[in-house]
């Protein structure tokens, strides 16, 4: 079903990618696009973001691009105004931004934590905190927060996995707070999906491997896959789905151990 976000005005937040190729913000912002939405491409790299609006422009469509900061409440203001302003209105929050963090309580540092937090936590809570108004406004809309399953299934990278099921409690409270505004909130929780921040790292083939076995499906995920989630999330097929947290992983969450 073609235009399935027509006439909705969508942020998507770290539409970006941290290196060439295409992440899950940068696949959201083209789907979204070829979905029909009005468009607002956020990420604090403009260069990046230029080259997401730039693979846009290349297949027919068009969106618009800030510059801002999600850790900042000034600029999360910012990037809400400017899509109303745009626009005429908001209906559609896709929170992408996040970073890693390695290591035990015991190796984190007191600043890397914070940071972790603050990065993967605390910008989601300020975009939402400006843009539940101005979706109110509108009637209602949908919010998706991008967590990860290391919030099911810790392994050793404790900062990011406590912040990523933060993540998680903060959408489910998002939906209890103002499903009264017909405010819709949702996660996606990636599994093992191959993105620029993974092969940016430098990750060896074993590994690679190993990821892949890990599914369900004996296959590897791809941005795509998160990005068709979102979509769906996103548009009025969802209109009845609301603080729900959907693993995008080919079953690894749900793998028992080998027999």
Not at 115 to 127: A, E, F, K
Not at 147 to 165: D, M
Not at 210 to 216: D, E, G, H, T, Y
Request: with cysteine; aromatic share 4%.
């Amino acid at each position: 079903m073609p235009d399935r976000l027509a006439g909705k005005s969508a942020i998507v937040t770290g539409a970006g990618s941290r290196a060439e190729g295409i992440g899950n913000g940068r696949a959201t912002a083209i789907l979204f696009a070829r979905e029909g939405a009005n468009l607002l491409l956020v990420d604090r790299d403009e260069a990046a973001v230029q080259a997401t609006l730039d693979m846009i422009r290349a297949e027919g469509n068009d969106a618009a691009i800030a510059v801002a900061d999600v850790t900042s409440t000034e600029d999360c203001a910012r990037i809400v105004a400017d899509a109303v302003s745009r626009y005429g209105k908001l209906d559609v929050l896709h929170n992408n931004v996040g970073i890693g963090g390695r290591g035990t309580v015991e190796e984190v540092s007191e600043v890397e934590w914070e940071h972790v937090q603050r990065v993967n936590v605390t910008s989601m809570m300020l975009t939402c905190k400006h843009a539940v108004p101005a979706l109110r406004e509108s009637g209602g809309g949908a919010i998706t927060n991008v967590s990860s399953i290391a919030a099911l299934r810790p392994r050793g990278l404790t900062a990011y996995s406590v912040s990523k099921a933060a993540v998680a409690t903060l959408t489910q409270a998002l939906a209890v707070d103002h499903g009264r505004d017909r405010i819709r909130a949702n996660c996606i929780m990636p599994g093992p999906v191959y993105t620029p921040m993974v092969y940016a790292a430098g990750m060896p083939d074993e590994l690679r491997e190993r990821r892949k076995n890990a599914s369900l499906l004996k296959q590897e995920g791809e941005p795509w896959d998160i990005a068709w989630a979102a979509v769906y999330l996103a548009s009025d097929e969802a209109k009845y789905v609301t603080g729900v947290i959907l693993p995008v992983d080919g079953g690894v969450t749900v793998r028992g151990p080998d027999r």
